[in-house]
């Protein structure tokens, strides 16, 4: 019998492990927030020498072509540390940059306004973030449109909801009909009330990154001192290649640094078009550029905690589009892994992928984007959740299914149990060649938690699928995302806290906002 | 700047990479032959304790319980070799079973009737066959229905003219429109005439074996002394797990043997229903039915090549509906590739998926198999291209997708370069921070083969996706798979030789064929 033609055992016991999940209200049967720990050694397509040469590449453009920083403070602060400066590029030498290196801590933790939502960055956990920055969004009942602040609170919530999300990244869609002075005050209140999760400041101009700051401290009840003793937010910034950072980025750096807060440097290299077309090359010319702002914030603030962005991939030579999940994307990010630990820096990917709908192209661009992620040894996937069209929409179909494999991701990491109740020899025995394991003892002590229960496939016989009418993948999440939005409920807050939330968004708005020509 | 704001570059040129290697009438751009190595480092879920747990495990199965060989010749020869038989069950020493298992060559080649489609199984090596066995078959213009030669003809040829596809496992259709009695004559017939690729025998009784072999060595132009002098095709043989070889499948593992061809030994073993609810006891009973089997060829013909198959997974425990490229699926092809390599065996894996449509579950479960079974270290995947419900059915559309992915593997696997001219410190230089890399020399010396360039995906921007209809994935693979069996030219194949075989089915048929009540 060829195992194409092997019986699927009858159904035998309804409910089970997801049924016994489902209930209180619980929109569907999730995995409980818990911190994963990748157990596997990551894939490493280098040698020593080719970590070598890529070192050797990426410290040879910081001495001997540099790096632009768009920002008299910033350059002030390098050349006072001895580098060599001429206008706005800066060189700098290798031992000075290892000299800076060395400073930056290992792994460190992020703690919320909610202490149980506490991450840990480093040493093999990893975590996981909602998609960030699409102008657009869409779902199948009401299409593609421009993203707006009732879209971006859905996406907040379906943030909050997953508990392998484990932190709120960028706004999931930018909310375009809130005016740019005061979208940061309006979102973030959002972020604060519906989520419990460790959230970021855009870094666009001073003021959007200090209001961003007092709302978390605010949100978590602390003074600036308490505040400052330990990261409770984080930022993002991305260099302009090839080989600048502008004003914004740089200067959202230093303010969180000052205050102690991580930043997350992410070049984003599209090799063939911002980077040379080689991997190799578009990895040491990443490396230069993030290597060149991580040593700044170290000179801010010695031991400041950051993490080394991965966000090398390629472009389509024929169009010149950018591609994700693709061959060269995957190694890029496990080489950049390698790198990482070269450098003793936690590492950030990114769950990405090209497609325009949440179709098959969408989900094996996303996989082969997750098994980079996870075999380069990442510590925080960006966008694990919502992002198609390279970045340019957040799908809440897509959303609701990224959660799904990321969960699978996460059991997936859990350790394979080999004690002798495992390896089941008695079992094997008892049932025998005649018999099957569905009621042997051993089963029917472990069937509730043997194996991972997925909340959106659909494992049913062909007959049964048709006669539930043939629902395909993306028709099953819009069912889930609308039960999901329909009984959210936010997590607590301290009422007097809200209301302060509430009168420094207020005040803040009376008073402009943040100016929008930076 | 966020990524998400980026701007893509627009539009450079028309052509490139894909359209120089279109022409000729080939339907679509793809790679060449090749036998890709896979050159990362196996993933190891288990440490030493957990391997020689399982082997334990496996062994006390084969020493205190025993594995039954319903086939009285097999029987003999396994008593003579002094196993313990009592009625149908044979118990074995593990002495006895590592040294026949030392016998097992680490490598080998199959040669089939084009020596330049031989194959190389061992090693670093990996080697993928399309969908073996559904009895269904479904496309988007036709839908689903029991399949018959037309579409089984069709699957052939998708196989012949993939190139990332090596081998032509079983049957990637049943044609049910053909009598069992001969169906193996003219499927045979099919697949020696419209492929040049390795072939496979069903292992579903005598006749069938020996006719098959007797055509392959047809096809090859070969005596049976030259046949016998090299793998010329293979079986696969599963057990009827729990603990049970059926007497057809043993037959055909022996007669195989005689003639020094190649057996894939592949007990199905779905945990929670066939095996213990655990991987590790999933697995260990799956070693202990397919050392079982491989000792036996070893006996027949020491130092045959032999193949262990990993196909453990696990059910829904819902409905006992068996699933695939679960986080149970993938480790379990892990750990079954650290036993493999501990008793020196080569490895099949497979890429299979429980969806039942070819949307995006298909494709993450899909994705998930071929990482399991790359990161098994696996040598062979089987249902590489075209698998659906759980192996039920053979769709059109998921083979090409299939194809674009398994491609995308073997792009993954080239090597990094990481020499001077990789590192491109002089283009970095050249291009500084005000410009980009899409026309400096270093990019155009090297943009037509860069990148990976898939044949399926679309990366276009949403806009122009919309414009050009919003064509999902498995709507653009249908006009593909069109475009293909329009095209097709069978390869060469000399004309006395297919009188001779269009002869010997002639024969056969008129002989009665196969008896249809093994």
Chains 1, 2 share one sequence.
Request: aromatic fraction near 8%; hydrophobic fraction near 40%; proline fraction near 7%.
């Amino acid at each position: 019998m060829s195992e194409g033609e092997t019986k699927r055992p009858k159904r035998r016991r309804a409910g089970g492990r997801a049924a016994n999940l489902r209930g209180k209200g619980a929109a569907i049967a999730q995995l409980p927030w818990s911190l994963p720990v990748n157990p596997d050694r990551p894939t490493e397509p280098l040698g020593e020498d080719g970590i070598a040469a890529i070192h050797n590449g990426a410290m040879r453009i910081l001495e001997e072509i540099g790096i632009e920083f768009l920002h008299p403070e910033a350059l002030e602060i390098l050349a006072a540390a001895g580098c060599e400066i001429t206008d706005e590029n800066v060189r700098m030498e290798r031992d000075f940059v290892m000299a800076q290196l060395a400073l930056v801590p290992a792994s460190f933790t992020i703690t919320p306004r909610n202490p149980e939502r506490r991450i840990e960055i480093g040493g093999r956990r990893v975590v996981f973030g909602n998609v960030s920055s699409p102008p657009n969004c869409s779902d199948l009942e009401r299409g593609r449109r421009a993203g707006e602040r009732e879209s971006f609170r859905d996406f907040v919530k379906l943030t909050q909801y997953f508990n392998c999300i484990h932190f709120a990244g960028g706004y999931p869609v930018e909310p375009l009909d809130l005016h740019p002075s005061v979208r940061h005050l309006d979102c973030l209140y959002d972020k604060l009330v519906l989520t419990d999760k460790v959230v970021h400041a855009y870094s666009l101009g001073k003021e959007r990154v200090e209001d961003v700051m007092e709302m978390v401290r605010i949100a978590g009840g602390l003074t600036w001192r308490e505040f400052e003793e330990a990261p409770r937010m984080y930022t993002n910034i991305n260099s302009t290649s090839p080989l600048k950072y502008d004003h914004p980025m740089l200067d959202g750096a230093m303010r969180l640094a000052r205050r102690r807060q991580p930043t997350l440097v992410t070049p984003f290299t599209l090799a063939g078009a911002m980077a040379p077309v080689t991997i190799a090359g578009a990895v040491a010319q990443s490396l230069a550029e993030g290597l060149a702002a991580i040593v700044l914030v170290q000179l801010v603030s010695p031991g400041c905690p950051v993490v080394f962005g991965s966000f090398t991939s390629n472009v389509d030579m024929k169009t010149g589009a950018p591609a994700f999940g693709t061959p060269e994307y995957m190694r890029a990010t496990q080489i950049s892994g390698q790198m990482a630990r070269y450098y003793g820096l936690p590492l950030r990917a990114s769950n990405a992928c090209a497609a325009n709908c949440a179709d098959a192209q969408a989900a094996w661009e996303s996989a082969f984007s997750l098994w980079s992620a996870l075999s380069a040894g990442a510590h925080m996937v960006y966008h694990a959740a919502g992002w198609l069209e390279g970045g340019l929409c957040a799908s809440y179909e897509k959303f609701v299914m990224d959660c799904e494999t990321v969960q699978q991701m996460i059991a997936y990491m859990k350790p394979v149990g080999t004690t002798e109740a495992d390896i089941a020899f008695d079992a094997v025995k008892e049932v025998g060649p005649r018999g099957n394991f569905f009621d042997c003892a051993h089963t029917l002590e472990r069937y509730e938690t043997a194996f991972y229960s997925p909340f959106l496939s659909d494992w049913s016989n062909f007959e049964n699928w048709r006669e539930a009418g043939a629902v395909q993948t993306p028709e099953r999440a819009t069912r889930l995302w609308k039960k999901i939005l329909a009984e959210f409920e936010p997590p607590p807050l301290d009422p007097a806290i809200a209301e302060e939330l509430a009168a420094f968004v207020a005040r803040r708005k009376d008073e402009g906002g943040a100016p929008t020509d930076y």
